[in-house]
């Protein structure tokens, strides 16, 4: 088992910048490739990052390429997603995935969620 605990949401204008974290506690993190997604309102989740357990591969979404960068650390259990150059359609409820494989947590298939973060973008 796995548990994770997203944090670092809150309120920015449009053009700023956050860093969210996902803390995870059980099983050994550094053998689980990590992901983040997002959920607006009245629309379906979708798939944002995802790296390794290694780091050595990172995949985007087209949405934020350039803009959001995923890490880990491994020492720390802990995957982040910094994100800039905020605007009005990144607002959504983020939330980190886990799985042992990372197709699966690209195919948004992950064995593991968090219960997410609020991200808010004011215009």
Known sequence: QVQLVESGG???QAGGSLRLSCA???????????????QAPGKEREFVAAITW?????YYADSVKARFTISRDN?????????KSLNPEDTAIYYCAADTLFRLV????SDY???GTQVTVSS
């Open 24 to 38: 995870a506690s059980g099983r050994a993190f550094s053998s689980y490739a990590m992901g983040w997604f997002r």
């Open 75 to 83: 020492a720390k259990n802990t995957v982040y997603l910094q994100m």
């Open 106 to 109: 690209v195919r948004h298939e």
């Open 10 to 12: 809150g309120l920015v």
């Open 113 to 115: 969620w968090g219960q």
């Open 54 to 58: 290694s780091g050595g591969h990172i």
